[in-house]
T-cell receptor, first 115, second 114 residues
Framework: GAGVSQSPSNKVTEKGKDVELRCDPISGHTALYWYRQSLGQGLEFLIYFQGNSAPDKSGLPSDRFSAERTGGSVSTLTIQRTQQEDSAVYLC?????????????FGPGTRLLVL | AQSVTQLGSHVSVSEGALVLLRCNYSSSVPPYLFWYVQYPNQGLQLLLKYTTGATLVKGINGFEAEFKKSETSFHLTKPSAHMSDAAEYFCAVGRGSTLGRLYFGRGTQLTVWP
């Protein structure tokens, strides 16, 4: 596709349920990032994948959060036993190579609401 | 450690007036600096970035920013605001290394009055 796509665009769930958020990066991009955008917290880094290297998970807020990237392309962010404080917009980004000087291209985000 | 401070969570200007959005950073290594814009219900779009070289960087939509190492600043300016500039603006810093994560400021909401 022309840009980064994310699905679903909106997700409403009940506290305690698990959710999966999907990200399709720009074709050929080797680096993929997940960020969380919530009121009062700004944009927080969650996790970063680069090629076949071990991901940088240093931003994951708890062990309820996990992510994988299959085949070096699509990524899924999973939140287990969701809590109300998990409500936020989850943004995915990709870049052509690794390195913080590379432009990150963002998807439109998944808006998660935990009731 | 890296951090980014955006002074002013809300900025209002009249159409045609100068836009100035402030960003200061702290970084233990030479930084890479970015400004992104976010329109409602959309993802972030890159406006401009500084990596190396000329410290005055020009971006899309008439925006520019100047890297001032001595002031640890990367303020965003536009000489004449347009209604379509109304959006949220984020400053971000990356470490001067191969690590990819960005550190974002809290954002500045720009309102443009007719």
């Amino acid at each position: 596709g022309a840009g980064v796509s994310q699905s679903p665009s909106n997700k409403v769930t009940e506290k305690g349920k698990d959710v999966e958020l999907r990200c399709d990066p720009i074709s050929g991009h080797t680096a993929l990032y997940w960020y969380r955008q919530s009121l009062g917290q700004g944009l927080e880094f969650l996790i970063y994948f680069q090629g076949n290297s071990a991901p940088d998970k240093s931003g994951l807020p708890s062990d309820r959060f996990s992510a994988e990237r299959t085949g070096g392309s699509v990524s899924t962010l999973t939140i287990q036993r969701t809590q109300q404080e998990d409500s936020a917009v989850y943004l995915c980004a990709s870049s052509s190579t690794s390195g913080s000087k590379e432009t990150q291209y963002f998807g439109p985000g998944t808006r998660l609401l935990v009731l | 450690a890296q951090s980014v401070t955006q002074l002013g969570s809300h900025v209002s200007v009249s159409e045609g007036a100068l836009v100035l959005l402030r960003c200061n950073y702290s970084s233990s290594v030479p930084p890479y600096l970015f400004w992104y814009v976010q329109y409602p219900n959309q993802g972030l779009q890159l406006l401009l970035k500084y990596t190396t070289g000329a410290t005055l960087v020009k971006g899309i939509n008439g925006f520019e920013a100047e890297f001032k190492k001595s002031e640890t600043s990367f303020h965003l300016t536009k000489p004449s605001a347009h209604m379509s500039d109304a959006a949220e603006y984020f400053c971000a810093v990356g470490r001067g290394s191969t690590l990819g994560r960005l550190y974002f400021g809290r954002g500045t909401q720009l309102t443009v009055w007719p």
